[in-house]
């Protein structure tokens, strides 16, 4: 259940504030009608939210680009939980993705994303502003380059929780959760994405060299396994960046967010990204979803 503290009070351990619109996110999406990537026809995203009920649930995911990390990390949680989440009574699953038809289908099939999975087609990131999500550093300010906007958000200006998600991958975390990881390693590495030597893939079940780590090889995630991940996101994106890359630049910049609504369109969770790297940690949403 959303209560007043998710919506106005900040989430200490995230430093978030979740604004009003991604509260109430039927409302918030009404009249904007996107197109499926594949398979034709446009989904009214205010309309499948509020038709949502207690049996058949949405997850709607608020995307970034098709060659953004939270973009790509948001597809590989997806990728990975979606039946835990169908488990919960989530029955419905939407990806916005701000880029065009073309790049949301290459993405789909870069990462080997469920066929149920609605990838929907967002190349001004609209759905994004009105379900509130954050528009980066200075976005309003022309005279500077996205690019070099883009840039300084790496260092830490604007959304506050880049340098923390980052630094995270690096140093792991005794009780972190690595499962979604390991799956995305696993899908990367048969993709032939580099680093594609963290797991032996030549038995029956793969074997991961970070579980021999001396030390920290129990922790719940490794140092430098998530960042190990993201090196192989990095990869990805520039190898196939003029397939994924934004058209519209205000895109560049632009965070994103997700939440999961039920009966009525209320929204059971919800979540805007405050930073790149820093995207919705699936494990909580589907704590929230009893």
């Given amino acids: 259940m959303l209560t007043y503290a998710h919506v106005l009070l900040p989430a200490f351990t995230a430093g978030l504030v979740v604004p009003l619109s991604a509260s109430r996110p039927a409302i918030a999406l009404a009249g904007i009608s996107l197109p499926r990537a594949s398979g034709g ?25 098709p060659a953004d990390f939270n973009m790509i990390e948001y597809s590989q949680r997806l990728r990975h939980y979606l039946p835990a989440l169908r488990a919960r009574g989530v029955s419905r699953f939407l990806l916005v993705v701000n880029g065009e038809a073309s790049a949301c289908t290459k993405l789909c099939e870069l990462l080997s994303l469920q066929s149920e999975v609605e990838a929907l087609a967002d190349p001004a990131g609209e759905a994004g502003r009105a379900f ?31 340098l923390p998600a980052v630094i995270t991958g690096y140093l792991g975390n005794p009780s972190g959760r690595r499962a979604w990881i390991e799956t995305a390693l696993v899908q990367g590495q048969r993709a032939g994405r580099w680093p594609d030597t963290v797991f032996d893939l030549s038995g029956p079940t793969p074997q991961n060299a970070f579980d021999a780590l001396p030390l920290v090889g129990g922790w719940g995630r490794r140092p430098l396994e998530l960042a ?34 039920g009966a009525g369109g209320e929204a059971l969770y919800s979540w805007v990204d405050n930073g790149i790297c820093d995207v919705a940690d699936f494990d909580d949403m589907l704590a929230e979803l009893k």
């Fill in 41 to 65: 026809g446009v989904v009214d995203l205010g309309a499948a939210l509020a038709s949502s009920s207690d049996d058949a649930r949405t997850l709607i995911v608020l995307g970034t680009y």
């Fill in 228 to 261: 190990t991940l993201r090196l192989q996101n990095l990869k990805m994106s520039f190898d196939h960046w003029n397939e994924l890359k934004p058209t519209d630049d205000r895109c560049l910049t632009q965070l994103g967010g997700c939440a999961v609504v």
């Fill in 132 to 162: 509130g999500v954050s528009r980066g550093w200075r976005p309003d300010d022309e005279g500077l380059n996205p690019f070099f906007k883009l840039y300084l958000m790496l260092f830490g200006l604007g959304p506050p929780a880049t």
